[in-house]
């Protein structure tokens, strides 16, 4: 693979709450990594990025600040997120001067000045043309629903930041919904459960390893016991405990019921045609979350709708503004419609 290949080719990214991922037109997904940054409290330098930085998370100094930029999908930090994304266009592309377009996605619900900052800080990173998806347009594409179709299609994208939910009809977003619980919430409240009812503090590492290894939205065939450890809030000194999968279950159960009554509305909210489309082809879960065991059953059993987890839903998203960059004549009409263009 030559430089001046790399440094001509455009690039898609899905600027995720927990995940980076970069697409090069031609070449497919070349970056996946957290959307982590650590950086020097007092020059602001940053450290270490990524995975690197993730493995600091929770042990670092008070010279250290290691931190989240993007926050519901959205930039919170401007200045490191712009830091970030310019490394990572770095890490990929020894220099991005002679790239002309970045498609980014982001959430359906962003507001004009977070569109804004999306879009500002591409163009500071180097990108000469950027345009904007909306992410569950993104994920249709991605697992190769034809979106342009004069047929209904639900997603539900659930990343880390937000659960957006869509029904895509004719190259535009009919009914949406987007909400701002997901991953991140869930270890949030895995957190929580364990302050109030086992007076134990853990990090998000750990949270998010409870939620992966034990977490479900629906009774589990075999329920799992899982040990973790943290620190007691009462004497302030390591300690072990046991929980089963029946009480993560039901710390997680609160979001979970947000995210079902979300789809609900978004139901409500559909036109009758549609909504007799998507009692044939139902809805396509993407996203990290649509790997939480049960999922998919606990919205089939509340919607009465057949529900399917995309393949590899992780990069579902990346996949489909990879698709836009690599074919951005065929999907203007889309980027058009979802005024982004």
């Known amino acids: 693979m030559s430089l001046l290949n790399f440094m001509s080719s455009d690039l898609a990214i899905d600027l995720g709450t927990a995940n980076t991922l970069i697409y090069v037109k031609g070449k497919g997904i070349v970056l996946n990594e957290p959307s982590i940054v650590a950086y020097d409290k007092n020059t602001k330098k940053i ?3 990524g995975n690197k930085a993730k493995e600091m998370l929770g042990r670092e100094h008070k010279e250290i600040r290691v931190i989240r930029p993007m926050r519901d999908g959205v930039i919170a930090d401007f200045e490191i997120a712009e830091g970030m994304i310019r490394a990572f266009i770095k890490e ?3 220099g991005f001067k002679s790239s002309k377009r970045v498609v980014v996605a982001i959430p359906s619900g962003a507001t004009e000045v977070e569109k804004r900052a999306v879009r500002d800080s591409a163009e500071h990173a180097g990108a000469k043309e950027v345009h904007l998806i909306a ?8 697992i190769g629903i034809d979106v342009e179709a004069a047929v209904g299609s639900m997603i539900i994208d659930i990343g880390g930041g937000t659960t957006e939910i869509a029904v895509i009809s004719l190259a535009g977003i009919v009914t949406e919904e987007s909400i701002r619980v997901a991953g991140d919430e869930m270890n949030n409240a895995i957190v929580d459960f364990f ?3 086992h007076n134990i503090l853990i990090g998000e590492k750990t949270a998010e390893g409870i939620k992966m290894i034990g977490g479900s939205a629906m009774p589990m065939n075999e329920e799992l016991t899982i040990q973790v450890k943290g620190r007691d809030l009462g004497s302030g000194t390591p300690k072990e405990i046991e929980v089963s999968s029946v009480e993560i279950r039901e710390a997680l159960s609160p979001n979970i019921k947000k995210i079902v009554d979300a789809v609900k509305q978004t139901l409500e909210k559909t036109p009758p045609e549609l909504s007799s489309d998507l009692l044939g082809c139902g809805i396509m879960l993407t996203g990290g ?3 939480l065991k049960g999922l998919d059953q606990k919205i089939m059993l509340e919607t009465g709708l057949p529900v399917h987890v995309a393949d590899d839903p992780l990069t579902a998203v990346v996949r489909g503004v990879g698709k836009v960059i690599d074919n951005i004549n065929q999907y203007s009409r889309v980027l058009i ?3 982004q263009y």
């Open 47 to 49: 450290i270490a990025l």
């Open 92 to 94: 990929v592309s020894y």
């Open 289 to 291: 979350g649509a790997l």
């Open 135 to 142: 992410e569950p347009m993104s994920a249709a594409i991605g």
């Open 195 to 197: 302050k109030k009812q």
């Open 337 to 339: 419609r979802n005024r």
